[in-house]
């Protein structure tokens, strides 16, 4: 079989200058980063944007070179048409890419200078959780950008193309009632970054579960149970419906105990347990602002005593009520052995009295169930 190399020179000729001008501007891309990396320098942010594109710069340098050889080609080139529809969607899809990295080398870089593993980090959970809320909502919308674009490439498909576009403008009009979820969730996202009713590791209360905000996504919440189960919540779940924030202003808190004990307890002797107790304290349970014994209530069996004390946070606060809980009930079995309530019962003759006495059964003290 021969082949007419006359026919096909004019195809072989443009592949081989497409070939070797993507070489050439794929070597050149690669030095001229390196290049910029290194009188980046001084400028950390200028490297960590580097750092994070260097990949789709790479490969859109190039696809802009063979953009040139094909639109410089002649038309009557066999498949040059499709050649550059191809290489159309690919610089599409590069620049998405590129604009997600982009996005993404932000979030990153507002993290590192706003790291939260300090003693007082809500300035920094504040701008962490507007910065990745904002980011996540930017790269949904790059990729519908790019998508649209794509689209909108096929003359067949431009209309949709259009269609789509238009609707990331119009928040969600023209997609319709199957699209209200989605888009829902992505306005409930911008509520929360702006105003933000939760911020990164804030400790909340959802559904009865008390737990820490672990990640905010463009469509959901992580909230980390106390016993590292995942609690998982829609964004549009948190503007809709009431919940606990223990951490909005401060993380500071107020821990309460109650006892039932009987009335013959002195409250004074308790307060001075109080004091010693809070006083030998880890320091770092009680932050020394608020110690409070008080009666509370009063039953026609019992005394409710309640005790309040500060903390740092919500964690430390609960080992301190436990800490409270488990000493004063030492305390009472030491010196007040009888401080439990009772059931008082009055026998009007000495016979029911004889009859009391032989009943088994019958126990005179009444234990209230512990809080």
């Not at 072989?12 to 980063?33: D, T």
């Not at 599409?92 to 979030?107: D, E, N």
Request: aromatic residues 10%.
């Amino acid at each position: 079989m021969n082949i007419d190399w006359n026919s096909i020179l004019p195809e072989l000729v443009l592949l081989s200058v497409a070939a070797v001008v993507a070489a050439i501007l794929f070597v050149v891309a690669r030095l001229v980063w390196k290049l910029l990396y290194r009188l980046s320098k001084p400028f950390p942010f200028i490297r960590d944007v580097l750092n994070c594109t260097r990949t789709p710069l790479q490969y859109l340098v190039p696809l802009i070179g063979l953009q040139t050889v094909w639109a410089n080609a002649a038309d009557d080139i066999f498949m040059i048409s499709a050649l550059r529809h191809l290489n159309t969607l690919a610089m599409i899809g590069v620049f998405t890419w590129l604009g997600l990295r982009v996005a993404g080398s932000i979030q990153t870089i507002i993290a590192r200078q706003h790291p939260m593993n300090t003693a007082d980090n809500l300035s920094a959970r504040r701008v962490q959780t507007q910065t990745r809320v904002l980011v996540q909502t930017l790269s949904v919308f790059v990729i519908l950008f790019g998508l649209s674009a794509m689209l909108m490439t096929f003359p067949g498909a431009r209309q949709f193309g259009t269609s789509l576009l238009a609707s990331a403008g119009l928040a969600g009009l023209a997609v319709g009632f199957a699209a209200k979820p989605v888009l829902g969730n992505i306005i409930a996202g911008l509520q929360i970054a702006l105003t933000q009713p939760i911020r990164l590791d804030d400790v909340v209360i959802v559904e009865g579960e008390w737990g820490r905000v672990e990640e905010i996504t463009g469509t959901y919440v992580v909230v980390r149970i106390w016993d590292e189960r995942r609690l998982i919540v829609p964004l549009q779940w948190f503007i809709e419906n009431p919940f606990q924030n223990w951490t909005r202003r401060t993380s500071s808190i107020l821990g309460s105990v109650f006892f039932w004990v009987d009335y013959q307890v002195p409250a004074d002797a308790l307060r001075k347990e109080l004091d010693r107790l809070l006083e030998e304290a880890p320091p770092s349970l009680w932050d020394g602002r608020v110690k409070v014994l008080q009666v509370t209530d009063a039953t026609d069996r019992c005394l409710q005593i309640r005790i309040l004390a500060s903390s740092g946070d919500s964690s430390k606060s609960f080992d301190l009520r436990c800490y409270l809980r488990e000493n004063m009930v030492a305390f009472l079995g030491r010196n007040y052995p009888d401080a439990l309530p009772k059931l008082r019962t009055e026998f009007s003759s000495e016979a029911e009295a004889k009859d009391f006495d032989a009943t088994p059964e019958i126990h005179t003290t009444e234990r209230q169930p512990p809080v």
